[in-house]
């Protein structure tokens, strides 16, 4: 299968934002499973080349789209037509077979480009208009009308799109994954001084998670605490080998991707119950789960469990088997397939019969 990902504002080529790295995790794995995949993403940078192939595989095109520099949203929305127009041209020589879009502006780019080409669009929206958005309200509208199917990465984005008008049955939960061959329990680990270690994964922690972590090393001798913020994606692995514990504090969740990326390592995982992390921790399984607000509640799950080190075992064990049976690349490729081949049938579904050639079968 032919597939076109446009992914305006996030490069999978990048480390910047948590959506350019789902982005890359699902096109490596419709890679590896053998499937044409290619990404438009805008060119902010006068450097980048126009078509880079990745070590994964897919190949990934610089839209020159506006200045070749980091814009604002609103920045980005008066060059979303330019941003159509190159890839509706490219579509015309050699046209995919279906278009995933990644994020708002993506989708309405995505749904102007395949338009008269009847190419079907599979949108994931990565999150959702505030009421005063004016102008990404209307495009969500028009996208939910339009669009042949919908992903979601969570269990709670996919009642979200349904609380938009979305039918469920048109909804696919397809979330991140990670790769469980360079996120291992083996393989290097940072050198520390030997004292219990708790990281901080992912996106600076919520200042209730934050004061839970400090009240808890301010009362337990012997334990340090680190944070893979600003971290490469490269030096991650070893970080959280040399964890006994990974907490993930945000206060909102797309991805979960920090919690997968300690998890592949055998690390169990405490985090806050939203978003994405509620479907990725199994709370007594994998790791804990406790409420955004319940800085106490952490400050005792955390406590207990690093005094415990049969129960982190465990913990970490079980916190493996589930990303490699859950969040593999295969796997999150085989249902992203899935979805495509949904709305491939909601698309040839739609389309008229051509004059004096009867239906289609």
Do not use: N
């Amino acid at each position: 299968m032919r597939i076109a990902m446009v992914s305006a504002q996030a490069s999978p080529l990048t480390e910047k934002t948590d959506q350019g790295a789902h982005v890359a995790e699902l096109c490596a794995g419709l890679r590896s499973a053998g499937h044409e995949v290619v990404v438009y993403t805008r060119r902010d940078d006068s450097t980048s080349p126009d078509l880079v192939r990745g070590h994964d595989g897919f190949e990934v095109v610089h839209v020159p789209a506006g200045p070749p520099r980091a814009l604002t949203e609103d920045e980005l929305v008066t060059h979303l037509g330019d941003f159509a127009e190159f890839v509706r041209r490219r579509w015309y020589t050699q046209a995919p077979d279906v278009v995933h879009a990644h994020h708002w502006t993506s989708g309405l780019v995505s749904l102007i480009s395949a338009y008269r080409l009847r190419i079907p669009v599979v949108q994931s929206f990565h999150g959702f208009s505030e009421p005063d958005t004016r102008q990404r309200t209307e495009a969500e509208f028009l996208i939910t009308r339009e669009a042949a199917w919908f992903l979601a990465t969570s269990t709670e984005e996919a009642e979200a799109l349904c609380r938009l008008g979305i039918r469920r049955a048109r909804v696919s939960v397809v979330p991140s994954g990670v790769d469980v061959s360079r996120f291992t329990p083996e393989g290097p680990v940072e050198f520390h001084d030997g004292r219990m270690r708790v990281v901080m994964a992912g996106e600076p922690a919520c200042d209730t998670g934050a004061a839970a972590v400090g009240a808890v090393l301010s009362t337990v001798d012997h334990v340090e605490l680190v944070s893979t913020d600003g971290v490469s994606r490269t030096g991650r692995p070893a970080v959280l080998r040399s964890a006994e514990v990974a907490v993930c504090a945000p206060s909102t969740e797309r991805y979960g991707i920090a919690a997968l990326e300690a998890m592949a390592c055998g690390v169990p995982v405490v985090a806050t119950a939203v978003g994405a992390l509620k479907d990725v921790v199994l709370p007594g399984v994998t790791g804990q789960l406790v409420e955004p607000e319940d800085g106490r509640r952490l400050a005792r799950v955390l406590k207990a469990l690093l005094s415990d080190e049969t129960q982190r075992e465990q913990f970490g064990v079980a916190a493996r088997d589930r990303v490699l049976s859950r969040y593999s690349r295969r796997r999150l490729a085989r249902e992203a397939l899935s979805a495509y081949q949904r709305a491939l049938a909601v698309r040839e579904a739609a389309v008229p019969p051509k004059s004096g050639r009867g239906t289609r079968a």
